[in-house]
Structure formats: structure tokens, C-alpha cells
């Protein structure tokens, strides 16, 4: 990663975000993560003495808010990521009318909402954004019809924004994480149960981890790699495109 970057991190407190400030500060990048409360943000200053700013998913002004706190701080951004998201596993037949607004609201109009701020902010000088995606958006996998939907949504986004703004030098792209051990998918991986039947569907055989993530979203963030727009990694142990071959 090329030094003296500024990236903004919406959704600084998931564990994926701080994986990738973590990465973003051993390079001597300008941080500014954002939390959707002022406890939260306290507490992300503190741990990457950084900067901080209040943004809610579904209040497109708090997060043109946050962007033009850090523009005014460090003059201009190079780079955002969107990490605020949920995870809901629930079948169609019982997902709520305010469980669907929910999901889609915190994971897709979010992420429009930062694409949108993101690329006002560089439209001269160009920049990149980063996405964050799931394996469920491409592969079918039982209870997941909401999210599913969310996701693959962040991936249409995607893709048209990086056509729309690549004659000025933004890039988008996006991340697919599978089941990554983390405090949103704690449910999953506390149980024996639930953590052996997801990790039998990943080829490499176990959970990932948000610093594996982290080296995806900070690679796809580092201008030596311009030349790539409008494409999704999957990082995901084979869930979305490897068929798990049964053990000789």
C-alpha cells in the first residue's frame, strides 16, 4: 500500500474494518473510521488514534457528513471501504416485512449511499471503493433469501458504478467473504454443530478470518493495483465456485 493514502471505513467497529485499519496504520495511512454512536467512535479513537465521525446506514446525511469531515481534514480521500452490514439466516416464509427493510437497508442502501458520497468526494482526482459482498450472492445457500438479495444487489451496484465513473479515475470493486469468524456470525461458530456443517461447504475446510479479508479489501485499495475496476474477489475457502472433494 502506497503511504500518505487517506481511506474512510464505514462501519469501523465490525471486525473486518478493524482488521483493515489495522493493515491501513502499519503503512502510515491518514484513517478516518466511522460508528454509529459516540461511544463507538470514542472507542475507535482511542484504539487507532484516529479520526472519527457518526454514520448511520440508513441516514444518507451522516455519512455525506463523515466524508466531508475527512475531506476537510486531510484535504482530499483516496480510498473508502464500506463495512456496515448485517447478517440475517432466516427462510422466506418467516422473515418479516421489518427484517427485509432492515437487511436491505443496512447492507445495500448503505452501500449506495457511500457510493455515492464517495465518488462526489473524488471526482476530480480520482480514488477507490471497496464493497463488501457474500458467496450468497452467487451461490444458493438454504435461509439466506434476504441477505442473498442484499448482497448480490451490492454487486449490480457495484458493477455500474464502476462503469459510470472509471473515465475519472474510480475504481470499484467489491470483496465476497464466506463464513468468517467474527461477532457477526458468533452464533454460527460458538456452535459445533453449525460451524462443522458450514466449514464442510468451504473446499479449504474452515471459517475464514477478517484479517484474510482485510489483505483483499487493502490490496483492491492500493492505487498500484489502477488498472482493476469492477470486479468482485471472492474470499470465501472455495464456497462460491469449489466443489468440497470428500476426504481419500
Known amino acids: 500500500m502506497t503511504t500518505s493514502q ?6 469501523g467497529t465490525s471486525d473486518i474494518a478493524r482488521a483493515t485499519a489495522h ?7 491518514n484513517l478516518f473510521l466511522t460508528a454509529r454512536n459516540e461511544h463507538a467512535a470514542e472507542e475507535l479513537q482511542r484504539e487507532f488514534q484516529c479520526e472519527t465521525g457518526i454514520a448511520i ?4 446525511g451522516t455519512i455525506d457528513a463523515c ?3 475527512a475531506e476537510e481534514r486531510f484535504g482530499s480521500v483516496d480510498g473508502v471501504v464500506n463495512c456496515m452490514g ?4 432466516k427462510p422466506a416464509h418467516i422473515t418479516s416485512d421489518s427484517d427485509w427493510h432492515e437487511t436491505i437497508t443496512t447492507n445495500l442502501t448503505s452501500s449506495f449511499y457511500v457510493v455515492r458520497a464517495a465518488t462526489r468526494a473524488m471526482n476530480k482526482q480520482g480514488g477507490s471503493i471497496v464493497l463488501i459482498s457474500s458467496a450468497a450472492a452467487s451461490i444458493g445457500l438454504a435461509n439466506h433469501e434476504a441477505i442473498a438479495a442484499a448482497k448480490a444487489g451490492i454487486l449490480g451496484l457495484m458493477r455500474s458504478a464502476a462503469s459510470t465513473y472509471a473515465s475519472r479515475g474510480v475504481r470499484v470493486n467489491a470483496v465476497a467473504p464466506g463464513l468468517i469468524k467474527s461477532k457477526l456470525t458468533r452464533k454460527i461458530c460458538e456452535s459445533e454443530t453449525s460451524l462443522a456443517a458450514s466449514s464442510q461447504l468451504h473446499a479449504i475446510g474452515r471459517p475464514g478470518t477478517p484479517e484474510e479479508v482485510a489483505s483483499a479489501i487493502t490490496w483492491l485499495l492500493d492505487p498500484e493495483n489502477k488498472w482493476i475496476t469492477g470486479q468482485c474477489i471472492g474470499v470465501d475457502g472455495g464456497l462460491s465456485s469449489v466443489v468440497p472433494r470428500t476426504k481419500l
Not at 86 to 89: D, G, K, M, T, V
Request: glycine share 8%; aromatic share 4%; net charge positive.
Open 6 to 11: 487517506t481511506i474512510v471505513i464505514f462501519g
Open 23 to 29: 493493515r491501513l496504520l502499519s503503512t502510515g495511512t
Open 57 to 60: 446506514a440508513a441516514d444518507s
Open 67 to 69: 466524508m466531508k469531515k
Open 86 to 89: 448485517s447478517l440475517l439466516l
